[in-house]
């Protein structure tokens, strides 16, 4: 057996591989699921959130509280049971979280952005209510004594133990009902004692959400009503994970709907495959025989790019559909400065053999020299992209990288073993350029 | 053989009027900036039942939203630019219209960036283009190292290169003056996209001149134009089958990446002229030194029309 029957065999052993990780586009290959569609392709919330470090414990670092952040993030979002969501930090304050799908956006908005320090305010001062100008009660934070006995303490979210949705049995309401830790308790049982038969209130971020009168004195239990169900269950969740350690706010949200998203995804592959096809035919109809070779080894590359996307995973987005359509322009650009650069030396009246040898050295040096030029403007690409966020600009740096990458393999490789077999076997006489045979 | 090298100053004239159009239409109207690069929302609604441009901009009128862009698009969806919305102004909008015109509304999609954001991307696209362009200029320049002037290869490049930016920059200028066409970070990829493509192109023509030299005894502007003959028909292929698979995504692959696929498309012919036509042609002049020739307002005696 020859090297050029060695090489064919390996490209059918390739392309036989790649096109079972790729097909079916969803199935699960390698322990990687389905082709992973970003935002834009299926729908969903692109959030970038600006921490604001100036209001940060002095005792960590801004990465400990970037850190924290991030992982608080996640703990609400898995505690509520979404899912598949991306949380990353951006630069040194700024937190990117995507949301795909379709769901109540401005509850997952709410449940990741808020900070829920939880606080417990009083309305008397010696025993006796305080009024603000306008006769409302002036509730001011509520303290107590530590365990120490020396110890002075306003009662927030910190010291408590858990928290938990629950029916109230008279209203029939959801309530977040809460306990207190060994400390917390101490303080209730204090702040109880002194309030009782009057108002105290429960404080969430510096806003009222619960009032009610102390009945009897309590101390390691509570409970918060007149809220909505889901924003029990997200308040619940909230104060078991902790107060976020800044404040976020939102500087950036992009949201797509999922009709839209799966019409773009449709659009863009029909124009894809079609652009594909018009290329195809373009190189059989201008190269003939030699065209219809790159045709084939084009039909491997993609399944080799494909299977690659699906294998990393690449996060295919809108423009990173674009950028493997333009390496596929690419792949086919190395195979063109080598076909013609194959008629010259044909023309110049060398032996075939030889020719497809000369012009795939002297093709290469341009090949590659002018390929570095692309993987230098992906590399800034993916760095703009990663510095603001911008989930499609990546997308478009990875998959014109990968597909250009893979085209100087494809287009030396298996051009290159497929036209020496096919005329190393004498199962085609010649490439028929139509300016050699003229000359001819 | 044709005498493309003797036409390089018909190339130039021609290069430097479209380069000034572009720059007296970006100098004029800007470039209209996209959700990316200024603080404020925007978003794409549809309705069901439709509703009237009219009673959607008083409706967003008496919501407190008087200045607020609307735009009519072909598939019946209304494009509306604001003010920066939080989520829930958003919601307190969208349950308005609902209300208010009776029609339920999607939002197919909503983009808000804040003031933050925006000066970011400026700086961030200024950064890496400019960092591009460097990496570029040194790449070449180490590329083309065992040439007597490898710098003036890379500086070559780098005009034609700077030429495709701003014929690319210049078209969306006035795109964005007569069309409404914003720029936003995409426009900023298709831009560096630009600029790989442009010194992809220009380095198989250098490749070719190098390859040449090393084994040509002609005059240099000889070398350059049979390297440029030898090469032109790589050029337009590659050109051509790229141009069919952008053509094919801009009609067809859907409106959010219409805008982007355009500055490729541009960006790709501008390339192939201006790596025959510019990026080799400069060579010429650097080595030969015809710098006088390159000053419109040199007196007459010294250089005739007639040799252009």
Same mark, same amino acid.
């Given at each position: 057996m020859n090297r050029n029957s060695v090489f064919l065999i390996l490209i059918v052993l390739l392309l036989g591989l790649s096109l079972w990780v790729v097909l079916p586009p969803d199935g699960e290959r390698l322990g990687k699921k389905g082709f992973q569609f970003g935002l834009d392709l299926q729908g969903g919330t692109h959030l970038v959130y600006q921490a604001?470090? #100036? !209001? @940060?414990?002095?005792?960590?670092?801004d990465g400990q509280v970037m850190d924290s952040l991030v992982r608080k993030i996640e703990q609400r979002v898995n505690a509520y049971g979404t899912g598949d969501l991306q949380i990353a930090k951006q630069g040194d304050d700024k937190i990117v979280v995507d949301i795909p799908g379709v769901r109540d956006i401005d509850e997952a908005i709410s449940l990741i952005g808020n900070v829920a320090i939880l606080e417990v305010y009083e309305a008397i001062e010696k025993g006796e209510y305080v009024y603000n100008a306008d006769g409302s009660y002036a509730y001011h934070p509520a303290s107590g004594t530590l365990s120490d006995g020396s110890t002075t303490d306003t009662l927030t979210?910190?010291?408590? !133990?858990s928290a938990s949705v629950g029916l109230? #049995?008279?209203?029939n309401k959801a309530v977040v009902q809460f306990t207190w830790n060994d400390e917390g308790a101490i303080l209730f049982e204090q702040i109880t004692t002194r309030n009782l038969n009057k108002y105290i209130a429960i404080y969430l971020d510096g806003v009222i959400i619960s009032e009610a009168v102390v009945n009897s004195v309590i101390s390691d239990v509570g409970m918060i009503s007149g809220m909505e169900a889901k924003d029990c269950q997200n308040l619940a969740i909230q104060l078991n994970i902790g107060a976020l350690d800044v404040p976020l706010e939102i500087i950036q949200r992009a949201d797509v709907d999922a009709t839209l998203g799966s019409d773009s995804l449709n659009k863009s592959l029909i124009a894809g495959i079609i652009g594909i096809i018009i290329v195809a035919a373009f190189m059989i109809y201008y190269y003939g025989v030699s065209g219809t070779i790159v045709a084939v080894s084009l039909a491997i590359y993609c399944s080799i790019v494909l299977a690659i996307y699906k294998l990393l995973p690449v996060t295919l987005t809108l423009p990173s559909i674009a950028g493997f359509v333009i390496s596929v322009g690419m792949a086919v650009d190395a195979n063109i400065l080598i076909f013609e650069r194959l008629k010259e030396e044909l023309l110049a009246g060398r032996n075939l053999r030889y020719a497809i040898d000369e012009a795939f050295r002297r093709a290469w040096p341009s090949i590659r020299d002018s390929n570095i030029a692309t993987f230098i403007t992906c590399g800034i690409l993916y760095w703009f992209g990663s510095s603001f966020g911008a989930f499609m600009v990546k997308g478009f740096a990875i998959t014109l990288f990968i597909g250009v990458a893979v085209s100087m393999f494809s287009a030396i490789l298996i051009t290159r073993s497929f036209i020496k077999l096919l005329i190393g076997e004498g %199962? %085609? @006489?010649?490439? #028929?350029?139509r300016e050699v045979k003229k000359n001819a | 053989m044709l005498d493309f090298v003797g036409k390089r100053y018909w190339f130039f004239l021609f290069s430097a009027l479209l380069s000034l159009v572009c720059i007296v239409s970006l100098v004029l109207f800007g470039l209209k900036p996209g959700i990316d690069f200024r603080s404020g929302s925007s978003m794409t609604l549809s309705f069901e039942p439709p509703v009237s441009e009219n009673d959607l901009r008083s409706v967003l009128a008496e919501s407190g939203y008087g200045n607020a862009v609307v735009r009519h698009t072909s598939d019946d969806d209304y494009i509306i630019r604001m003010d920066e919305l939080n989520a829930d102004q958003n919601r307190n909008l969208l349950e308005n219209i609902n209300t208010k015109l009776a029609t339920t509304t999607t939002q197919k999609d909503f983009s808000s960036s804040s003031e933050v954001v925006a000066s970011n991307t400026v700086k961030y696209a200024a950064i890496a283009i400019v960092v591009a362009s460097l990496c570029i200029l040194l790449y070449i320049s180490f590329t083309f190292?065992?040439?007597?002037?490898?710098f003036s290869w890379g500086i070559c490049a780098i005009i034609a290169l700077v030429f495709n930016v701003l014929v690319v920059a210049g078209i969306f200028s006035l795109l964005g003056k007569f069309a409404d066409v914003e720029v936003d970070a995409l426009f900023i990829t298709g831009m560096l996209t630009v600029v790989g493509y442009s010194v992809h192109d220009t380095i198989v023509v250098f490749d070719r001149i190098r390859e040449n030299l090393s084994h040509s005894s002609g005059s240099f502007e000889n070398v350059v134009n049979s390297s440029i003959i030898q090469t032109i028909i790589r050029s337009l292929n590659t050109s051509l089958t790229i141009l069919f698979v952008l053509v094919a995504l801009f009609l067809l692959?859907?409106?959010?990446i219409r805008n982007f696929v355009l500055v490729l498309i541009i960006g790709c012919i501008a390339g192939t002229y201006s790596s025959i036509c510019n990026a080799s042609q400069f060579l010429i002049v650097v080595e030969n030194k015809e710098?006088?020739?390159?000053?419109?307002?040199?007196?007459?005696n010294q250089g005739s029309l007639s040799e252009f």
């Open positions: 604001d470090l #100036s !209001k @940060k414990d002095a005792t960590m670092t979210g910190k010291y408590l !133990k109230d #049995s008279t209203t %199962i %085609i @006489k010649g490439l #028929s350029f | 190292r065992k040439m007597p002037k490898p692959g859907g409106p959010t710098y006088s020739r390159l000053n419109p307002f040199r007196k007459r």
